[in-house]
């Protein structure tokens, strides 16, 4: 069983003490940001390759920092590939009022002449499903853009993984985006019903061998970033720096040496700010980190199996995800949902991985 009572799926060791290969689809942003830090602290994992997907920002925007974060973290050898331009039918809508102008908040980071690869974000699921097939464990953190149009090229995509995780959706829960709807699921919603629509599909008559693991709003609001996590997070690094406040001046930097830490305290200042804006308090959602942690380890989280399916037509409601619980639909579950984590614990990990992070660059 795992930590809060429900099943452990998957496991978290390294068979032969190899690295785990992980693939990151991502639409950077602060929290995107985050979250591939989180995979770049962990000595287990090899980042198989970053699909930028446009979402928080421009595309191009994403790639440009999923780039010149690499490049902050000393990582070279991490091939990045551009997503589609806009969602596959709806316009695209960004969120610089959430994370900035850039997506990262207040940080700049240096920008580097690194290149994309030559194929696109779709082909780039693909081939590394291929070359670690059965092995892969993938997280989608964005809009599920690329995803979407990499079943349409591999139907047997969910085969070749080894697990799927999702931010995106909200469960019984309010949207961030619209009453009903979250960010990720709102900005391309037809996204989501192929890549729910095709999950099961793969199998054909056959039972699946795993099921997306999906984080809804529900779940990823428990996992609050706060001006004393983000202490802990500095003095763990040996980095002193100077405390976020509410009652900062806006746009106030980082006195932080350290390059990694500057850029988190930085990005966390402008996410922390539009929260407090929001009403939630002078604090931030780590949706996306969380889908790291769970990637590497489910046991975090308690899942409950679902069908999950997505409004595409309603006037008020498109966007909005919808878990049928009690089965009303007849239709057998294709995703497990998360319905209860541990903050705390998530946090201790989150600090664990990244401050020796930071202290390597410093
Ligand atoms: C999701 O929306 C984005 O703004 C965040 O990066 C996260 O993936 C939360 O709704
Ligand atoms: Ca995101």
């Known amino acids: 069983m795992g930590r809060t009572g429900g099943p452990i799926v998957g496991n978290v060791t390294t068979p032969g003490g190899q690295r785990l290969p992980v693939f990151a689809d991502v639409d950077t942003g602060v929290d995107d940001a985050l979250a591939l830090m989180y995979l770049l602290g962990c000595p287990e994992v090899q980042l198989a390759g970053i699909a930028s997907t446009a979402g928080n920002v421009s595309v191009h925007q994403v790639c440009r920092n999923n780039l010149d974060l690499l490049q902050l973290c000393g990582v070279t050898d991490v091939p990045v590939s ?34 994309l690869t030559s194929y696109d974000a779709a082909e780039a699921w693909v081939r590394a499903a291929r070359a670690h097939s059965g092995e892969l464990i993938a997280i989608a953190t964005g809009p599920l853009t690329n995803l979407a149009l990499a079943l349409r090229a591999e139907p047997e995509l969910p085969r070749l993984l080894k697990r799927l995780v999702i931010m995106g959706g909200a469960f019984d829960y309010r949207g961030n985006t619209t009453p009903v709807a979250e960010w990720n699921a709102s900005v391309d919603p037809e996204s989501v019903w192929e890549v729910y629509a095709g999950w099961r599909a793969a199998w054909g008559d056959e039972e699946p061998t795993h099921l997306p693991l999906v984080l809804g709003l529900n779940l990823t609001e428990h996992i609050e970033m706060t001006p004393t996590i983000l202490s802990r997070l500095a003095a763990a690094a040996e980095c002193a720096s100077t405390p976020l406040c509410e009652s900062d001046e806006r746009g106030t930097r980082s006195t932080a040496a350290n390059p990694l830490i500057r850029v988190i305290e930085d990005a966390m200042r402008f996410y922390c700010e539009f929260h407090f804006d929001q009403g939630e308090g002078y604090l931030a959602h780590l949706h996306d980190p969380l889908a790291a942690a769970v990637a590497l380890d489910p046991g975090l989280v308690r899942f409950r199996p679902a069908p999950v399916d997505v409004e595409l037509t309603g006037t008020l409601t498109r966007g909005m995800t919808i878990a049928d619980w009690s089965g009303r639909w007849g239709r057998e579950p294709n995703a497990l949902i998360g319905v209860e984590v541990d903050p705390d614990e998530f946090f201790d990990r989150f600090i664990e991985r990244v401050a020796p992070l930071a202290k390597r660059l410093a």
């Open 82 to 115: 551009k997503g589609a331009e806009q969602p596959l039918s709806a316009s695209l809508r960004t969120a610089e009022d959430t994370h900035g102008p850039q997506g990262l908040g207040y940080a700049t980071l240096p920008a580097v002449d690194a290149q």
